[in-house]
Structures are given as structure tokens and as C-alpha cells.
């Protein structure tokens, strides 16, 4: 059956400089098998189907696969996928509600961005020495390296580690087979700009694919929302600001985080269509 599709790329300067996302518009009566196999042959960092909502006070619903499996929410999807549902509305709507496998996601666009608000982490709070070891072996540094470390988990397992600047970020060089587990490593890298007047610090993204060999994401919303919450909360942030990722990819990703009154971070960035067509699904 030929069903509607976008690529759509997410937290770019300008087109192409971003993260990819596959939106699959018409995705009703698809089984769970059908969604695996397309985003494994689409083959980016994850694809996203398309739905009427099933709950109360949602707009519409979501589902997110990598080519390993479905996740429960993902910060560039979320973006991407609302850039697309809002282009198919006969009049534009500044607040959406996603339904995804997290629960509800609030969307915000009335500040000529999209935006979400921050998921609250399930996982935070200092990390043990021997993971830390552990985590500084993989990125090829020496403890004493590692400035501070947090969990900073709303999901996937994220691990933040703070180094001494963006330069020291860009620097790294990891291997995951220096970790006798490499399935179970997720791990965020922040630095702060020493004289950028544009953005706040650098972020990259490690983890494994289904072989355990380490991916590198071009730009992840999930991962600095969280990484947001953590520096916001410590004092080493105040919104609003924006974080670079992607340089080492030769992207040039800008997240903008900014904070509601009632205290809530959000998180946005530019979403543009790139390719609109059809697959047989």
C-alpha cells in the first residue's frame, strides 16, 4: 500500500545541517513488523509513524523506531513529527499535544520554533567511580579529565560527562571495545564555549548499535534536554541558551533551550522538509 512520507531535518542552521527524520504520514493498519522493517531499510536514526491519538486531549499519535526497536520518545522525532502533522492542518495552531509511548508530550510554536517541554528523568544524581572509570576509558581520558558526572537518564540510559571545554569535546576519540558491556553505554559529553557568542557549550551523543559498535548521533533533543535539567539545576546554566551539536559530524545543530515560568525547560529547533513522496508499505 502506498503511503505518504517526509524527510524532514531537524535542529539545522540551515537545510541538511541537521538531524534526518523519515515521517510516514499514513501509517493505520501497519503491524509493529512492518514499522521495524521500514526503519530498518530507511536505515537513520529513527523513523516515525504517524496516527490518530488514543487519548484524551492529544492531537494526534506517534510511534518511534530505530532500527533496533521502538522508543517510547525521542527529542528530534518529536520535533519532526509535529513540523509534519502541523503542515497538514488547514490552520496553524501554536499548542499540540503528542501522544507517544512516554505518555503526552506538550509542544509549543508560537515562538517561530517548535519546541517540547523537557521529560522528566528517571534516572539522575551522581555516578558511581567504578562506572565513571569506566565511562572516561571509553572516551580515551584520564579521570582527572572528567570535570563533573551525572546521570541524566529520561530513557534511554544517558550518562552525562563534563569535560574542561567544546574543544576538549571535539577532541575525543572513543571506543566502545575498551567496555566489556557496550550494549548498556550511553553517553552524553558537554563543554562549555569559551568565547562563543552564540552558544552556551558543545554536546555529542555516543552509543551502541544492535552489534554494540559505538554510533554517534548528529544532533539529539532528548539528550540535551536532559543534559538542560542537570546544568540548569547545578547553576551552570541559565536559560535561555543554545547548545552546539554535530560539528565533529560536520553538522551544525543548534538546540535552543528556554525555561517556562512555572520552572519547565523546553527544548527547540528548526525543522525544515526536505522530501515529500510516497513508500510501499
Same mark, same amino acid.
Given at each position: ?90 490552520? #496553524? ?16 510554536? #508560537? ?22 572509570? /569506566? ?8 579521570? +582527572? ?53 552564540? /552558544? ?76 515529500? +513522496?510516497?513508500?510501499?508499505?
Amino acid at each position: 500500500m502506498k503511503r505518504r512520507i517526509q524527510f524532514i531535518d531537524v535542529f539545522g542552521t540551515t537545510a541538511m545541517t541537521g538531524n534526518p527524520l523519515a515521517v510516514v504520514i499514513d501509517s493505520e493498519g501497519l503491524t509493529d513488523r512492518q514499522m521495524l522493517e521500514t526503519a530498518r531499510w530507511l536505515n537513520l536514526s529513527e523513523t516515525t509513524f504517524l496516527l490518530p491519538p488514543t487519548r484524551s486531549g492529544a492531537d494526534y499519535r506517534v510511534r518511534i523506531f530505530t532500527i533496533s526497536g521502538e522508543l517510547p520518545f525521542a527529542g528530534h522525532p518529536t520535533l519532526g513529527t509535529c513540523h509534519v502533522w502541523l503542515g497538514l492542518q488547514r490552520e #496553524s495552531q501554536d499548542h499540540v499535544v503528542q501522544e507517544c509511548g512516554a505518555g503526552l508530550v506538550r509542544l509549543d510554536n #508560537s515562538a517561530g520554533r517548535l519546541s517540547f517541554e523537557a521529560p522528566p528523568m528517571v534516572r539522575s544524581g551522581q555516578v558511581e567511580l567504578s562506572a565513571l572509570e /569506566a565511562f572516561a576509558e571509553v572516551l580515551g581520558i584520564e579521570l +582527572g579529565d572528567v570535570v563533573d558526572a551525572n546521570w541524566v537518564d529520561n530513557g534511554p540510559g544517558w550518562v552525562g560527562i563534563q569535560v574542561s571545554d567544546a574543544g576538549a569535546v571535539l577532541e575525543l576519540k572513543p571506543d566502545f571495545t575498551r567496555h566489556s558491556n557496550p550494549e548498556s553505554i550511553f553517553i552524553g559529553v558537554v563543554g562549555f564555549h569559551p568565547f562563543s557568542e552564540e /552558544a552556551l557549550y558543545e554536546v555529542r551523543a555516543f552509543f551502541p548499535d544492535q552489534a554494540g559498535r559505538m554510533l554517534e548521533d548528529p544532533v539529539t533533543g532528548s539528550l540535551n534536554a536532559s543534559l538542560a535539567q542537570w546544568l540548569v539545576s547545578e547553576g551552570k546554566a541559565t536559560p535561555p541558551f543554545v547548545a552546539t551539536q554535530g560539528t565533529a559530524l560536520g553538522r551544525s545543530g543548534r538546540i535552543h533551550i528556554s525555561q517556562a515560568e512555572a520552572g519547565a525547560l523546553w527544548v527547540g529547533g528548526s525543522t525544515v522538509t526536505m522530501v515529500e +513522496g510516497v513508500i510501499d508499505i
